[in-house]
C-alpha cells in the first residue's frame, strides 16, 4: 500500500506543476496583446517556465517542481501603428513576443499531462480501495 500511495504523492505533483504552467500560458495568452504606452516602454514580455525533479525525502521517491518561471527574451515582433502613442519614429510599435498557437499548444499539452497524472492517482485510489476490500 505503501507504493500505491507514493505513485499518487508523485503524480499530485506533477498535477501542481501542470496547473503551474496552465497559469503561466493563461497570462501569456491574456497578453497577447498588451502594447506599451511610450516609445521607450517594453510590451509584455512572454513568460516560460521550467521543471525540476526533487527528492521528497517523506516518500522517498523523485517528484516534480517547477524550478522557475522566466522571461522569453525573443525579440518583439513590429507593427506599424504610426497613430499609436508607443510608436517609434518611424510609426512601429513593438507588440509582445506571445504566438497564441504555441501558448495552445502548450496549454493542450499541459491538460492532457494533468489528466494523465490524475488518472493516475484514480487508478492508485481504486487500487487501494481493492486491497482494503481483500484484507477484510
Same mark, same amino acid.
Given at each position: 500500500m ?9 503524480a499530485?505533483s506533477g ?29 509584455y514580455?512572454?513568460k ?9 525525502k ?14 522569453d527574451?525573443s525579440?518583439?515582433?513590429?507593427? %506599424? /501603428?504610426p &497613430?499609436h502613442?508607443a510608436?517609434? $519614429?518611424?510609426?512601429?510599435? *513593438?507588440?509582445?513576443? =506571445?504566438n497564441? !498557437?504555441?501558448?495552445?499548444?502548450d496549454?493542450?499539452?499541459?491538460q492532457?499531462? %494533468? /489528466?494523465? &497524472?490524475?488518472d493516475?492517482?484514480? $487508478?492508485?485510489?481504486?487500487? *487501494?480501495?481493492?486491497? =482494503?476490500?481483500? !484484507?477484510?
Amino acid at each position: 500500500m505503501d507504493e500505491l500511495n507514493k505513485a499518487s504523492e508523485i503524480a499530485i505533483s506533477g498535477m501542481k506543476a501542470q496547473a503551474e504552467r496552465l497559469r503561466v500560458v493563461s497570462e501569456n495568452l491574456a497578453n497577447a496583446d498588451s502594447l506599451p504606452t511610450a516609445p521607450d516602454l517594453d510590451p509584455y514580455r512572454r513568460k516560460i517556465l521550467t521543471f525540476r525533479n526533487v527528492l521528497d525525502k517523506e516518500i522517498g521517491a523523485d517528484v516534480v517542481k517547477v524550478d522557475k518561471v522566466d522571461v522569453d527574451r525573443s525579440q518583439f515582433p513590429k507593427k %506599424y /501603428e504610426p &497613430n499609436h502613442p508607443a510608436a517609434d $519614429a518611424n510609426g512601429y510599435v *513593438l507588440t509582445p513576443n =506571445v504566438n497564441p !498557437l504555441i501558448e495552445i499548444m502548450d496549454m493542450r499539452e499541459a491538460q492532457r499531462s %494533468y /489528466e494523465a &497524472n490524475l488518472d493516475v492517482v484514480n $487508478a492508485s485510489k481504486s487500487m *487501494l480501495a481493492s486491497t =482494503v476490500n481483500l !484484507l477484510r
